[in-house]
T-cell receptor, first 113, second 109 residues
Framework: DVKVTQSSRYLVKRTGEKVFLECVQDMDHENMFWYRQDPGLGLRLIYFSYDVKMKEKGDIPEGYSVSREKKERFSLILESASTNQTSMYLC????????????FGPGTRLTVL | TQLLEQSPQFLSIQEGENLTVYCNSSSVFSSLQWYRQEPGEGPVLLVTVVTGGEVKKLKRLTFQFGDARKDSSLHITAAQPGDTGLYLCAGSVEDKLVFGAGTILRVKS
């Protein structure tokens, strides 16, 4: 059974803290993605990676960075969390970048106080 | 600006009713996917449509891709409470998927 796991389901942080969100996939996929999901806005792509140590900016990269040191692991980093980064964060992986199913993790609900 | 507009935003219906949700854009997509997301879970792929005019059926769900590959619809026949969820469409643009905001469907028994 294919699986994408995220390190936390719920997270509460304070403004200015550094936050790490971890994602691991067991499908040997080349491509991994980080989205944030907000009501009425759908899923917006933050960053994606199509290979180890490679990263590409998505539509809303400001305030975020990523790390991909191993094929199965893709980390999202909030260098200095702000209240407008309160959101649901979804990680996904896929075999190909396009025409390919994306497999999602269960999400991390992050609240920044 | 939302590249993909989904309508309606919310739909609450009785078990057994039929419904259609729409996904529209002014952009052409090389393919379009529909996902379903249940509370507390990530989206799960239902179908991918690639050819303009294509119709795909998945049990009681019928998906159609517009001839010009700018729009799509999802029709559910005889809805059941288990169909409750958030339905998302996503279009392939260059090397990315662009998601609509989704349609929240609630089917009451």
């Amino acid at each position: 059974d294919v699986k994408v796991t995220q390190s936390s389901r719920y997270l509460v942080k304070r403004t200015g803290e550094k936050v790490f969100l971890e994602c691991v996939q067991d499908m040997d996929h080349e491509n991994m993605f980080w989205y944030r999901q907000d009501p009425g806005l759908g899923l917006r792509l933050i960053y994606f990676s199509y290979d180890v140590k490679m990263k590409e900016k998505g539509d809303i990269p400001e305030g975020y960075s990523v790390s991909r040191e191993k094929k199965e692991r893709f980390s999202l980093i909030l260098e200095s969390a702000s209240t407008n980064q309160t959101s649901m964060y979804l990680c996904a992986s896929s075999f190909r970048v396009v025409f390919s199913e994306q497999f999602f993790g269960p999400g991390t609900r992050l609240t920044v106080l | 600006t939302q590249l993909l507009e989904q309508s309606p935003q919310f739909l609450s219906i009785q078990e057994g009713e039929n419904l259609t949700v729409y996904c529209n854009s002014s952009s052409v997509f090389s393919s379009l996917q529909w996902y379903r997301q249940e509370p507390g879970e990530g989206p799960v792929l239902l179908v991918t449509v690639v050819t303009g005019g294509e119709v795909k059926k998945l049990k009681r769900l019928t998906f159609q891709f517009g001839d010009a590959r700018k729009d799509s619809s999802l029709h559910i026949t005889a809805a059941q409470p288990g169909d409750t969820g958030l339905y998302l469409c996503a279009g392939s643009v260059e090397d990315k998927l662009v998601f609509g905001a989704g349609t929240i469907l609630r089917v009451k028994s």
